[in-house]
């Protein structure tokens, strides 16, 4: 096989798993495991196998000598580890402890004999005359060596049930074996060959020594974080990362020095060239700050969560990065066909070269900063952009080059001109002022979806002038600053006193484990701030009492107001000629912060109630589908419709399932013509139904795709809350397990503060734990009610309402009366048992059949009647349920009719608590 025949297949082979890492990263939210997916995908699958390729290709440079077994062996080594791979894959997709080891097995098969092959084509080479680079082989035999333990933690970490702590310590262990030597070792090794080449400059003797010194520290460096863990001491990875970082600096500084040698004499370079550059500084940075961020950590426990933030920087900064640096490089080498056809690839594939960079790289940096999580969402998107890009600009030139009439009009290149693009100064500059505008546009859209949380909050000019902010002219010229900390939903302190006169400064600190703001009736604001963060707000001159608050929904009700107190000046109340009128009730009606301001407090002013728009005799939607009521049975292996995937437990004891619950903000129609933006999880309310058996685990990954912080709390557990159950921020993840040890229906709720509004939002599901010993019944239903204390249009719940405990609507399965336009179904004589969960998160139920009577009812983990009770004619009317109560019902429908179902709390039922049951012959 020529080097077109053989490279081409192969590089597309690596291209086709970079094109499902971006169909996952585009659809991620629908997709089982999709952050598992998108980081294997690439490093996986994509990175790999294009290690496993290219190291092949330079060792052969290298030393000189063909690989053992040709492109046959190393055809079977690419295939081996794609199949590998897949399975894999496949098994974390369908959570199959069997097809997870069976792929690792196979993966670890073909790094032992790529290790072997390296091995035995680098023997005697270095006694070849004028060999001086042939030691750069030892990078990628070292790279190797450490891919089987990689592999080997992956699948631990994966498929076996381990403490959080020793999980902590496999984590540390698997990214230390896998990124920082399978993959570091191997580009740092290229990078010395590469770099000047790509820059068609010589590679200088001063960087040939600095790569044979570079290695043994790297080794020494990538040990030592091993030992970390392997000891339990995490000062060690620190030190580990700090050496391996010196290895790369060594590299590094002869990267910069050719760099600036050959911008002298060749212009400023190609996109190869730079994304190189950039890849090498995103792996220093990230080497360093992975070290801290261990070290920084109260203890191994939570090590995993705290370095989440650093998966951008490693796999898209660095390993993505290269990946596109090498691969625009490299693609035109190997597709080959004279120096016409070279000048026309390596200018197909430089195309928008610096505007890619800068939007790449810059998207990046803004997805680290602590922005608003719209604004970071807004930049993912733009940076996943240049990726797509080198996507169709790779395959479009493959497919160009290999067309016999493309290469017939690629005219032969004069000799002496360069085959590489070299961009003039006038196209380094406008590329990255276009890519500047691109990311900063997508920044806008960021905040323009969500103002607050970027401390934009409009508040009229004569609320403002009322509110005490004076002109220069009524200033005192001194600066008063306070320090103000959030925590425990209060401002502390929350009342500060400043001379009429004087300008305020607050410096505020989150201390708290969510996010908050302060919004000042002034029209100052914070913009959220998460967990740990703090910032100063200029306040302006005060020269009367000013109201201050967080607007994250909930939150003012809760009690999380500031007062500003201008000694010596007039009050509100005086400025604004109401006797009586507060700073906080003017404020708040003006802002429009206690109407459904929700989560963004972007609801315009005096926004009316959504209530004033019921009308239950009306027909939903055309388009509207009700909540499928029906309960499937236990399943104890596959995954079922929404996502959970089940298996038996390895312990050998019942099941274990497993789901991923994103949170997400969606508006949706709650009864016929009223739309609510719900917090929901999994894009519904209420959430996912889990259904399993006592023994059974549940293994639950939350993820917040929101824009404030969220939580969750399972009933069906028992287990300290303290780390399963605390907020996250927006873009955060956490896995909670708990063991199924008592039967009944439990709720799942939200539990961060304040619970009322995120519980009343739409935050909440059920656990359905048979009791053992359940007989099937010929139809089996779930109904969970909850209440909605409605906001405007489109709006989020209303705050002040729930505190009234008056809901304007009472529904089951989130939609007011939704089965009488869908009614259940059933036959004459037919076992029909009705779960109920009432997750509030005020009201009680009484749940009632009219028309039917219960022979068996079960409530909060015991029968109360079974089969009739002790005397065989016993019946019962009504399940009576308080708020996160639950039970079942059982009964048959005598004859042929529409059964209403309802809470008998009637002025509940009369809300939306209500349906049928449409029983037919």
């Known amino acids: 096989m020529n080097r077109r025949s053989l490279y081409v297949p192969a590089n597309a082979l690596v291209l086709a798993w970079f094109v499902g890492a971006a169909a996952v990263a585009l659809g991620h939210r629908f997709v089982p495991v999709a952050g598992w997916l998108m980081v294997h995908l690439l490093l996986l699958g994509g990175v790999s196998t294009a290690i496993l390729l290219w190291s092949q290709h330079f060792a052969e440079t290298l030393t000189r000598r063909p690989a053992p077994g040709g492109a046959r062996v190393l055809w079977a080594r690419l295939l081996g580890w794609s199949a590998g791979a897949l399975v894999v894959t496949a098994g974390m997709v369908a959570s199959s402890t069997r097809l997870v080891v069976a792929g690792a097995v196979v993966l670890a098969a073909v790094a032992v004999a790529h290790l072997v092959v390296l091995a035995l084509q680098r023997r005697g080479s270095g006694r070849m005359l004028g060999n001086r680079l042939e030691h ?87 040990l030592l974080v091993l030992a970390g863990p392997a000891l339990g001491w995490r000062p060690l990875v620190l030190v580990g990362s700090v050496v391996v970082a010196a290895g790369l600096a060594r590299i590094g500084w002869h990267v910069v020095e050719q760099g600036r040698a050959a911008a002298r004499t060749h212009g400023s370079g190609s996109f190869a060239a730079w994304s190189l550059a950039a890849s ?196 005192t010229g001194e600066t008063t600053t306070v320090q103000v900390t959030m925590q425990d939903m209060r401002f502390t302190p929350s009342r500060i006193e400043v001379p009429a006169g004087d300008r305020l400064v607050i410096e505020l600190v989150n201390a708290d484990d969510q996010v908050h703001d302060l919004v000042l009736a002034t029209g100052a604001s914070s913009g959220r701030l998460p967990s740990g963060e703090s910032t100063t707000v200029d306040v302006g001159v005060v020269t009367a009492d000013v109201a201050g608050w967080c607007s994250v929904a ?120 009223v739309t609510q933006t719900l917090w929901t999880y999994n894009g519904q309310a209420p959430g996912p139904v889990l259904h399993g058996a006592v023994g059974d685990t549940f293994e639950v990954t939350l993820v917040n795709d929101a824009s404030i912080g969220h939580s969750i709390d399972f009933h069906a557990g028992a287990l300290a809350p303290d780390e399963p159950m605390r907020t996250i921020d927006p873009g955060e993840s956490l896995v909670y397990t708990f063991r199924a040890e008592r039967s009944g229906v ?52 209303d705050p002040a309402r729930i505190a009234t405990q008056n809901p304007d609507l009472v529904v089951f399965n989130g939609y007011a009366n939704a089965y009488r336009y869908a009614p259940l179904t059933a036959r004459v004589g037919e076992r029909v048992r ?32 079974r089969d009739g009770g002790s005397t065989g004619t016993g019946g019962s009317q009504a399940l009576a349920l308080q708020p996160a109560q639950g039970g079942f019902v059982e009964l048959t429908f005598p004859e042929a009719g529409r059964y209403s179902l309802v809470s008998h709390l009637m002025s509940d039922a009369e809300k939306g608590a209500a349906g049928y049951v449409a029983v037919t012959p």
């Not at 009201?843 to 409530?859: E, I, K, L, N, Y």
């Open 136 to 222: 750069l082989v030892r990078y990628y035999l070292a790279a190797t060596a450490f891919l089987p333990l990689g592999v080997a933690l992956g699948v631990v970490l994966a498929r076996v049930d381990v403490s959080p702590e020793v999980a902590g310590r496999l984590y540390v262990a698997h990214v230390a074996a896998t990124l920082l030597g399978w993959v570091g070792l191997t580009v740092a090794g290229t990078i010395v060959l590469l770099w000047p080449t790509a820059l068609r400059t010589r590679l200088s003797p001063a960087a040939e020594t600095g790569g044979r010194h570079a290695l043994v520290v790297l080794a020494v460096g990538i």
């Open 280 to 475: 090498c500084g995103w792996f220093l940075a990230s080497v360093l700050a992975f070290g801290v961020t261990v070290i920084a950590a109260p203890g191994w426990t939570a090590v995993p969560d705290r370095l989440t933030w650093l998966v951008a920087p490693f796999a898209v900064g660095f390993v993505a990065q290269v990946m596109l640096g090498s691969m625009s490089y490299l693609v035109p080498v190997v597709l080959g066909g004279g120096p016409g056809a070279a000048r026309w690839s390596n200018a197909a594939m430089d195309r928008a070269g610096m505007a890619r960079w800068t939007v790449l790289n810059l998207a990046l940096g803004v997805f680290l900063l602590p922005a608003p999580s719209w604004v970071r969402v807004a930049a993912s998107m733009v940076g996943l952009v240049p990726l797509l890009v080198f996507l169709v600009l790779a395959l479009r030139t493959i497919a160009l080059q290999r067309s016999e009439r493309t290469r017939r009009t690629l005219a032969p290149i004069a000799p002496g001109v360069a085959t590489t693009p070299n961009w003039r100064p006038v196209r380094l500059v406008g590329g990255a002022a276009v890519g500047v505008a691109v990311v900063a546009l997508a920044v806008v859209a960021g905040v323009a979806v969500d103002p607050a949380a970027a401390g934009l909050v409009a508040v009229p000019a004569t609320l403002a002038q009322g509110a005490g902010v004076a002109s220069a002219a009524g200033a």
């Open 554 to 673: 909930g939150h003012r009700l809760m009690g999380m107001t500031l007062d500003v107190v201008a000694t010596g000046g007039t009050t509100l109340a005086d400025e604004a000629g109401q006797a009586g009128e507060t700073s906080a009730e003017a404020s708040g009606d003006h802002a429009g912060m206690d109407h459904g301001s929700g989560a963004t407090g972007t609801t315009a002013p005096d926004a009316p109630s959504a209530a004033a728009d019921i009308d239950l005799m009306a027909e939903p939607d055309a388009g509207w589908q009700p909540h499928d009521a029906t309960l499937a049975p236990v399943a104890t292996s596959g995954t079922d419709e929404q996502g959970m995937t089940s298996e038996p437990d390895p312990d050998g004891t019942g099941t274990l399932h497993r789901i991923t619950l994103t949170v997400a903000e969606r508006e949706v129609e709650v009864a016929p013509g």
């Open 834 to 865: 009705i779960w109920v969960l009432d997750v509030g998160p005020n009201r009680p139920s009484s749940f009632h059949v009219v028309g039917g009577q219960f022979d068996t009812v079960f409530a909060e983990g015991d029968y109360l009647l």
């Open 746 to 797: 439990w709720m799942y709720h939200c539990s961060t503060m304040p619970m009322s509004m995120h519980i009343a939002n739409g935050m909440a599901g059920a656990v359905v734990i048979d009791p053992p010993g359940l007989e099937p019944a010929d139809r089996e239903y779930l109904l969970v009610q909850s209440e909605y204390y409605l906001g405007p249009q489109g709006g989020e719940a």
